[in-house]
């Protein structure tokens, strides 16, 4: 019986810690908005997402995109030659693409509950555009086994702009260091980070709640 018990506090203890530990990534990675300066959504029924990656992004560690590129082409080359190529294409693909629309239903899983109001590709016609600046970006890396990996890390800027004015800022915040869900394939660098795209619109949809509630 003594054991029982002993057994049984050791378990509360152990989710009452989890718990904390959820608690604090989940704030950690938490979007500061101000509700007044975007209380302008209100009254759009669209806004058009456009991501941005500047000349001197980092990528990885110190590495400059440029050498970024070099290297994964490299790499992917020594696996399978020709391989490299396919990589790059992929890469850009993602950087114009794929993670957008990962950033869109990440965004939409939960906002579709609460508004009607659609986050939508930058072709379309709308009022306002959310532009998402990459910062900063950590590519992780491991396979398939659990041992020896690490999920992507994406830093980002979100400016939301008049889309006939780029220049015209209307309200800009940066986002905490976000952490995606751990991925692997192919390419399993492009596809960590398509993950940390996600996880950023999931955190922004909690935020909004807050404006279109």
Sequence with gaps: MENHKKNYWMFKKTIFLLLIAVSSV???????????????????????????????????????????????????????????????????????????????????????????????????????TLIIEADWIYTGYGGSASVGREEGKLETTLRFVKTSESDSEVYATQAPKVIGNYAYGEFGDIERIRECYNKLGYLLSLQLKRVLK
């Design 26 to 128: 989940s704030f950690a990675q938490r979007i500061k908005i101000d509700k007044k300066k975007l209380a302008f959504l209100k009254n759009e029924t669209k806004v058009a997402v456009k991501l941005t990656f500047p000349e001197d992004l980092i990528i990885y560690s110190l590495h400059p995109e440029k050498e970024f590129i070099e290297n994964m082409k490299k790499k992917y080359d020594r696996k399978d030659n020709g391989n490299g190529d396919k990589w790059y294409q992929t890469y850009q693909t993602a950087k114009k693409e794929t993670w957008r629309d990962a950033f869109l239903a990440g965004l939409h899983e939960r906002l579709k509950t609460y508004s009607d109001l659609e986050f939508v590709t930058n072709d379309q016609e709308t009022n306002y």
